[in-house]
């Protein structure tokens, strides 16, 4: 008994190809971006997807669309899976962040609870996108023994994560930055108990549930 996550990241943007902060700035595909979201879709048919759920934002959407076409599927936004909003760093380059504060990047990737100016943490995205996963494992029967696609950002997908995991703040940093339409990949089983009777039916209880890393950044398009 088990059920299975595929976190994907969208596909690239021009803001991605440039190293501009995009956060939650609503940016679009670009054309790099769409075919590698087709070349997702292809190789998505063979995992057993039966739902698909997309943050709201366009790139994220977009990406969620191509793959569902190919699988004949509907999508379900969630504005949970946003990505990180980065404040005050939004539409700048990593150049120009750095010409801000010399270091502060690299002091933003290794500290999940430091946020940037008027903006989130990880820990803060973490708590905000794990309500998703843990809904949908108490509503979602039809999970058991399949595969539940959320198409995100690569910062949210780095949080859920660790935070699936059920990782320490300085855990967090331990992942290293997903690619474009790369994946992280999990699988969920019923927590073991020792001397307990088999488990009949999927817990419906974060509390119930053990979550296993199956795969991280794997790709479609490299």
Partial sequence: MRRRL???????TDYNATRRMQGQLD?????VGVEQARAAAQLMKGLGVSKIISSDLARARHTAEIIAASLGLD????????????????GKTHAEVDAMSGGVRAHWRNNAGWAPPAGESRLEVARRARPVVDELMASYAEWDDSAV???AHGGTISALTSNLLGFTAAQYPLFT???????SRLTAQPVYREGAARV???PT???GVQWYLDAWNQGFSE
Avoid: Y
């Fill in 6 to 12: 595929i976190l994907l990241r969208h596909g690239q």
């Fill in 27 to 31: 940016t679009e595909l670009s054309s």
């Fill in 75 to 90: 999508i379900t936004e969630d504005a949970r899976l946003r990505e990180t909003h980065l404040g005050e760093w939004q």
């Fill in 149 to 151: 696609l959320m198409v």
């Fill in 177 to 183: 930055g997903l690619k474009n339409t790369n994946t």
């Fill in 200 to 202: 009949q039916s999927f």
């Fill in 205 to 207: 209880s974060p509390e």
